[in-house]
């Protein structure tokens, strides 16, 4: 069981599960990114912090607090 904050850099992964709880799962879900949607890595800052993804065709920047509570396979 991985996180989206452990994908390296060019990867895709499908979204599993939101691990969060209450307004921060629903804000992820606002996001797009919900159980079964695919989600490119574009970038990881040099600390970690933000992730750039692509989702749903469009890009975002996650915080690794965010991305740790997206499990991914």
Do not use: H, N, W
């Not at 599993?16 to 970038?43: A, N, Q, Y």
């Amino acid at each position: 069981m991985k996180t989206l904050k452990e994908i390296q850099c060019g990867q895709t992964v499908k979204v599993s599960r939101l691990s969060g709880e209450g307004p921060i799962k629903r804000r992820i879900m606002d996001m797009g990114i919900t159980k079964g949607v695919e989600i490119f890595v574009r970038k990881v800052a040099p600390l970690g912090d933000p992730v750039e993804v692509t989702v749903r065709g469009y890009e975002l920047s996650l915080r690794k607090a965010d991305a740790e509570m997206i499990i991914v396979e």
